[in-house]
């Protein structure tokens, strides 16, 4: 066997996700490996929104490049900014367990959002965070805020902005807490949808990779159920990282609960929709029919307008 080499991107959390890999495949399987560091496109633009610079395989365009032309072996990624339809050559080998979802507020001056004054500046990369936001308290100001978690902090620190949001397994995994941050609070999934396979880690290869069988078993059955659900209500929505869409799934006792939540940038609009059934049902169809119902096409269309005005 090749000594496999594990495609990255280069921020301090995307180093320790690849690690934690690269550690998982020596440990459990005696697999020696090395990482390639990969700047991505969204990791090139950092002055411009998310959705005003492509929508879609920001974070993953040159990774998977590599694998399919086999610079690379495997490809890690957050979950979430994984396109859910792949090129035909490449598979998503594994889920790993989902670290918590929720998001995060962050501030050094500022308890939690209700706190904050009126009109404050409030950082997010997502426009998911800043609909779900701006429907609570549509006098906030959300500013796109990029670059890597030590970026966001630092902007934070030097009172750019009052508060920002973040997901709270990036901070676990840095080991970020009160002692570094004043006030962090985590947002419960009910005040604030998470995004799609948000926590997660997903293991992409072609389907051809010498340590496919070895990948799998890095898979985590329940993580992999829920995130299933939630990227295949994002396929038959056709949506994406360039529209305001959060989408969180539960599976226990063989049931899964799945909950969305579609709207307007500022949010003026939204639709907020959940459903439940078994793991074997077509929960996601059915959620789509609901929001369709409700007219989630239109404030789609509306939304991207919005952005590409």
Same mark, same amino acid.
């Given at each position: 066997m090749d000594k496999i080499i594990i495609g990255t991107r280069g921020s301090v959390l995307a180093l320790w996700q690849a690690n934690f890999i690269k550690s998982e495949l020596?440990?459990?399987?005696?697999? !020696?490996s090395k990482l390639k560091i990969i700047k991505t496109t969204g990791d090139k633009i950092l002055d411009a929104p998310l959705a005003k610079i492509g929508g879609k395989g920001l974070f993953t #365009?040159?990774?998977e490049e590599?694998?399919?032309n086999g610079s690379i072996t495997i490809a890690v990624h957050s979950l979430k900014d994984v396109p859910v339809v792949?090129?035909? !050559?490449?598979i998503l080998?594994?889920?790993t367990k989902r670290e918590d979802v929720r998001d995060c507020f962050i501030s050094y001056k500022f308890s939690d959002i209700s706190d904050l004054p009126l009109n404050a500046k409030l950082? /997010? /990369?997502s426009l998911r965070r800043s609909m779900q936001l701006k429907h609570i308290r549509n006098d906030l100001d959300t500013i796109s805020l990029r670059g890597n978690v030590q970026t966001r902090l630092q902007r934070l620190q030097n009172n750019e902005f009052d508060a920002i949001i973040l997901a709270k397994a990036g901070l676990n995994r840095l080991n970020l807490d009160s002692k570094?941050? #004043?006030?962090?609070k985590p947002l419960d999934t009910s005040f604030m949808i998470p995004a799609m396979g948000q926590g997660a880690l997903g293991i992409e290869c072609r389907k051809d990779c010498e340590i496919l069988n070895y990948l799998k078993e890095l898979n985590d059955d329940i993580s992999s159920i829920e995130c299933g659900f939630e990227r295949e209500f994002i396929r038959l929505l056709n949506g994406g990282c360039q529209v305001p869409i959060g989408v969180y799934a539960q599976y226990k006792d063989s049931m899964v609960d799945i909950e969305t939540i579609i709207g307007l940038p500022d949010g003026s609009d939204i639709i907020r929709e959940k459903i439940s059934g078994s793991k074997d049902s077509t929960l996601a169809n059915e959620l789509l029919k609901k929001v369709e119902a409700k007219g989630a096409r239109d404030v789609l269309k509306r939304a991207l307008e919005s952005i590409n005005f």
């Open positions: 020596q440990n459990r399987f005696n697999i !020696d #365009k040159e990774l590599m694998l399919l792949l090129h035909d !050559d490449l080998a594994a889920i950082g /997010t /990369t570094d941050i #004043k006030f962090i």
